[in-house]
C-alpha cells in the first residue's frame, strides 16, 4: 500500500501544478481574465518550488516513489544535476507565461494555447524530476504530444506539414528511448540512473543501449542530420512555442544524454569514470558537436527568413553542447572543464535565444510582418526592442562581457584540454573548426540585426500598446540577466555548477582547474578577437557572393527520396500484382485462398509495405485526433491541405535537404580522414 504522507512530495507537485492548471484554464475560456492569470499563477508556484529545495538538495537527494504503479513503478528524484535544470526552466516558464498572456491575442485561440503550453511545462518538469528512465519516458510523451498542438497553432497548411514532421520524429525519438529502456532492464534488472556498466560492457547490449539512448535524446536535442524537424516547426510556430522549444524543450534532449553518460555508463569514484568504450563514445560525440555546429551555423548564414535563421542557429548552439560533453566523456574522471561548459551553455542559450525568439515575437505583434525585405529601420520605431536584440545577439556571439563569452570560453578550455592530453591531430582540427563556427555565427546573427533593425524604414509602424510594455517586461529581464552573467561569469560557476562535479565522480584535480579558470585572461580576449576578425572577413565575402542564392538540383532533397512517397502511396498492396498473378475464375472448383496470390504474393508485398502503410495509417489518426482537439475548424483544413502536404516544395527547402545530404557524406568522409590518417 502507498504511504499517505509520502503521496504528494515537492518534485511531484512541480509536475501536477501546470498538470492540473491546464483544464482549468479551458474550463475559463468564457473569463479571459481569470483564464490567463492562471498560467502565471501555476509557474510562479513551481519556481517557488523549486527555491525550496536549493538547502534540501544540498543535504542529499530528494526523493519519492510509487512502488505499485505499472508493476515496476514511478519514481521522482532531485540531485544537483536536476535542480540546475528545474532552476533554469521554472524561471524561463515564468517569463515565457507572462509574454504569452499579453501576446496570444495576436494568434487566436488563446485558452487553447496556454492549456497546452501548461502541459508542455508539465511534461519538461516531469522530465527533470524523474528518478528513473520510465518516469522520464511517460513525461517525454506528454511533453512532446502536447507541444504538437501548439506547434500547429496556427492551422494552415505549413502549420500542418511541420507538425506532423515533428509529430512522426517525436514518437521515433520516445520508440527508440523505449527501446534502450527495455534492453538496459532485460540486461540489469533495474532502471534507476545508477552506474550499469559494470552489467553492459562486453555484453551485446552495450552498444545497442548506447545507440538507442544517444539516438533517441538526440532527435529530441536536435543534433544533426536528426534536426529535420526543426526548421519547419520554427517557421510556423508563434514566438512563445520557439522560446519553450529552444530553451526548455530540446534541452530535456540534452538532459538525458547527460544523465546516460555521467550516470548509467560509469564507473563514479574510483578514479577513473569511463573506460575505453567510453572513450571511443566520447571521441564520436565531439565530432557529432563540432559537425552539428559548423552545420548548424553555415545554414544559418545561407537562410533568407528569421525564424529559420534562429532555428538553424538552435542546432548550431546544440552542438556546442554535445562537444562539450564529448569531452567529458572522453577525459573520463579529468573531463570536468567538459561537463562544466557544456552545462554552462545550456543556461546560456536558454537565456539568448528565448530573448531573441521572444524579441522577434514582440517585433511581430507590433508590425503583423516579419518579412526581412519590410522589416528595416526598427530601430527609430522600437529602439527598446533593438537594444534586447543586440544584448542577446552579442552573447550568442560570443562578445566579452556578455553571457555567451564565458561559456564559449570554458568549452575552448576543454577541447584544448582534450587536445592536451591524447595530442590527437583530429582534436587540433576540431579546436579550429571551433573558432571558426564562432566566426560564423557572430555573422549570420549580425546579418539578421542589420536587416530587421537598421537601414530605411518601411511603412508605417504605428505607436507602442499597452500589451506592448507587457511584452517589454520579461524581455527587459532576460536582457538584464544576460548582462549580469556576463558581467560576473564566475557567479554561476561557484554556486551552480561546480557543487554538482563532485558527485559525479570527477577528481579533486580536474574540479579544482575549472575552479580557477579565468575567462579575462589575454590569451582568452585575444581568441575572441580572432573570431570577431575571421567573422568580418566572411561577412565581407557573404556580401559579394550572396550565398544565400545558391541552389542545388530538386532530386537531391530528403523529402522527395522519403517522405514524399511513404504519404502519398495509398493502395491497396496487392494492386501492382493485378497483371502478373492468377486471380480465381468462377470454373474453378477450388476454394478462394487456394490460389497463388493469397498463399504468397499478398502476404509478402504486405509486409513490404509495411513501412510505407503505417505513416499513412499515423497521419490518418493523427487528422481525427486533431479534429476531436481543435473542433469544427480543422476539418476543412485538414481535408483541404494534408492530401497534398508534400506535393510543393520550395527551392529553399530543396537547398537545405540538399546541405543536409552533402554535409552529413563530407563530414564523414571528413572523419575517416582525420581519425585514419592523422
Known amino acids: 500500500m502507498l504511504n499517505p504522507s509520502n503521496w504528494i512530495s515537492v518534485p511531484v507537485a512541480m509536475t501536477l501544478i501546470p498538470l492540473f492548471s491546464a483544464p482549468i484554464v479551458l474550463a475559463l475560456h468564457r473569463k479571459p481574465g481569470i483564464g490567463k492569470a492562471i498560467p502565471l499563477v501555476a509557474t510562479l508556484s513551481v519556481a517557488l518550488l523549486t527555491l525550496s529545495l536549493i538547502p534540501r538538495v544540498a543535504e542529499g537527494p530528494v526523493e519519492n516513489a510509487y512502488s505499485q504503479f505499472m508493476a515496476l513503478g514511478l519514481s521522482f528524484r532531485v540531485d544537483p544535476l536536476s535542480l540546475v535544470f528545474l532552476l533554469l526552466f521554472s524561471f524561463l516558464a515564468v517569463l515565457i507565461s507572462l509574454f504569452s498572456v499579453a501576446y496570444v491575442d495576436k494568434e487566436g485561440s488563446p485558452h487553447r494555447f496556454l492549456t497546452f503550453m501548461l502541459l508542455t511545462f508539465s511534461g519538461a518538469l516531469g522530465v527533470l524530476v524523474a528518478g528513473d528512465f520510465l518516469t522520464l519516458l511517460l513525461f517525454f510523451e506528454l511533453m512532446t504530444l502536447s507541444s504538437y498542438v501548439l506547434v500547429v497553432h496556427r492551422e494552415d497548411r505549413d502549420a500542418l506539414r511541420a507538425g506532423t514532421t515533428y509529430l512522426y520524429l517525436g514518437i521515433i525519438a520516445g520508440l527508440l528511448v523505449l527501446l534502450a529502456i527495455i534492453l538496459l532492464y532485460a540486461k540489469t534488472g533495474g532502471?534507476?540512473?545508477?552506474?550499469?556498466?559494470?552489467?553492459?560492457?562486453?555484453?551485446?547490449?552495450?552498444?545497442?543501449?548506447?545507440?538507442?539512448?544517444?539516438?533517441g535524446f538526440g532527435l529530441k536535442a536536435g543534433i544533426a542530420p536528426l534536426h529535420v524537424w526543426m526548421p519547419g516547426a520554427y517557421s510556423v510556430s508563434p514566438a512563445p512555442v520557439n522560446a519553450i522549444s529552444s530553451g526548455l524543450m530540446i534541452k530535456t534532449g540534452v538532459y538525458g544524454m547527460i544523465r546516460v553518460y555521467t550516470s548509467v555508463l560509469s564507473y563514479p569514484g574510483d578514479g577513473g569514470i569511463y573506460t575505453d568504450s567510453i572513450l571511443r563514445s566520447g571521441m564520436l560525440l565531439i565530432w557529432i558537436?563540432?559537425?552539428?555546429?559548423?552545420?548548424?551555423?553555415?545554414?544559418?548564414?545561407?537562410?533568407?527568413?528569421?525564424?529559420?535563421?534562429?532555428?538553424?542557429?538552435?542546432?548550431?548552439?546544440?552542438?556546442?553542447?554535445?562537444?562539450?560533453?564529448?569531452?567529458?566523456?572522453?577525459?573520463?574522471?579529468?573531463?570536468?572543464?567538459?561537463?562544466?561548459?557544456?552545462?554552462?551553455?545550456?543556461?546560456n542559450h536558454s537565456f539568448f535565444k528565448a530573448t531573441l525568439f521572444l524579441t522577434v515575437g514582440a517585433i511581430y505583434f507590433a508590425t503583423g510582418d516579419l518579412r526581412l525585405d519590410r522589416l528595416g529601420g526598427l530601430r527609430k520605431s522600437h529602439p527598446m526592442l533593438m537594444l534586447i536584440f543586440l544584448v542577446a545577439a552579442l552573447g550568442i556571439g560570443g562578445m566579452p562581457g556578455l553571457n555567451g563569452y564565458a561559456s564559449k570560453t570554458i568549452l575552448h578550455h576543454a577541447i584544448v584540454e582534450a587536445y592536451g592530453h591524447h595530442q590527437a591531430g583530429y582534436?587540433?582540427?576540431?579546436?579550429?573548426?571551433?573558432?571558426?563556427?564562432?566566426?560564423?555565427?557572430?555573422?549570420?546573427?549580425?546579418?539578421?540585426?542589420?536587416?530587421?533593425?537598421?537601414?530605411?524604414?518601411?511603412?508605417?509602424?504605428?505607436?507602442?500598446s499597452g500589451n506592448m510594455r507587457i511584452l517589454g517586461i520579461p524581455l527587459g529581464i532576460l536582457a538584464i540577466v544576460t548582462l549580469i552573467i556576463g558581467v560576473r561569469p564566475h557567479m554561476l560557476l561557484e554556486r551552480l555548477l561546480l557543487p554538482l562535479l563532485s558527485p559525479l565522480g570527477y577528481t579533486a584535480y580536474a574540479i579544482d582547474y575549472v575552479a580557477h579558470v579565468n575567462v579575462w585572461?589575454?590569451?582568452?580576449?585575444?581568441?575572441?578577437?580572432?573570431?570577431?576578425?575571421?567573422?568580418?572577413?566572411?561577412?565581407?565575402?557573404?556580401?559579394?557572393?550572396?550565398?544565400?542564392?545558391?541552389?542545388?538540383?530538386s532530386w537531391l532533397c530528403i523529402d522527395s527520396m522519403t517522405h514524399w512517397p511513404a504519404v502519398h502511396i495509398d493502395m491497396p498492396p496487392w494492386f501492382c500484382l493485378d497483371t502478373i498473378t492468377p486471380r480465381p475464375t468462377e470454373e474453378s472448383n477450388l476454394p478462394s485462398w487456394l490460389n497463388v496470390e493469397t498463399l504468397l504474393y499478398r502476404p509478402i508485398v504486405t509486409l513490404a509495405t509495411i513501412p510505407i502503410l503505417i505513416p499513412t495509417a499515423l497521419e490518418r489518426v493523427m487528422s481525427d485526433l486533431y479534429h476531436v482537439i481543435m473542433g469544427g475548424k480543422s476539418v476543412s483544413i485538414l481535408k483541404k491541405y494534408l492530401p497534398e502536404r508534400?506535393?510543393?516544395?520550395?527551392?529553399q527547402n530543396v537547398n537545405l535537404d540538399a546541405l543536409i545530404v552533402i554535409g552529413t557524406i563530407t563530414g564523414l568522409l571528413l572523419f575517416l580522414i582525420v581519425y585514419f590518417i592523422l
Request: some cysteine; overall charge negative; glycine content about 12%.
Open 289 to 347: 558537436g563540432v559537425g552539428t555546429m559548423l552545420f548548424g551555423a553555415i545554414v544559418a548564414l545561407l537562410q533568407d527568413t528569421i525564424m529559420r535563421t534562429l532555428a538553424y542557429s538552435s542546432v548550431s548552439q546544440i552542438g556546442y553542447i554535445v562537444m562539450g560533453l564529448g569531452v567529458a566523456v572522453y577525459l573520463g574522471s579529468e573531463g570536468a572543464m567538459g561537463l562544466t561548459g557544456s552545462l554552462y551553455h545550456v543556461i
Open 521 to 553: 585572461s589575454v590569451s582568452d580576449l585575444l581568441s575572441a578577437g580572432k573570431v570577431f576578425a575571421l567573422a568580418g572577413i566572411i561577412y565581407f565575402i557573404n556580401s559579394r557572393v550572396h550565398l544565400e542564392k545558391l541552389a542545388f538540383p
Open 646 to 651: 508534400s506535393s510543393e516544395w520550395d527551392l
Open 427 to 464: 582534436l587540433w582540427l576540431a579546436e579550429w573548426l571551433f573558432t571558426l563556427t564562432s566566426a560564423i555565427t557572430v555573422c549570420y546573427i549580425g546579418n539578421l540585426f542589420a536587416r530587421i533593425f537598421l537601414g530605411q524604414q518601411w511603412g508605417n509602424r504605428g505607436k507602442v
Open 191 to 215: 532502471l534507476e540512473f545508477t552506474s550499469a556498466l559494470a552489467s553492459l560492457e562486453g555484453s551485446g547490449y552495450f552498444l545497442p543501449i548506447l545507440a538507442l539512448f544517444t539516438v
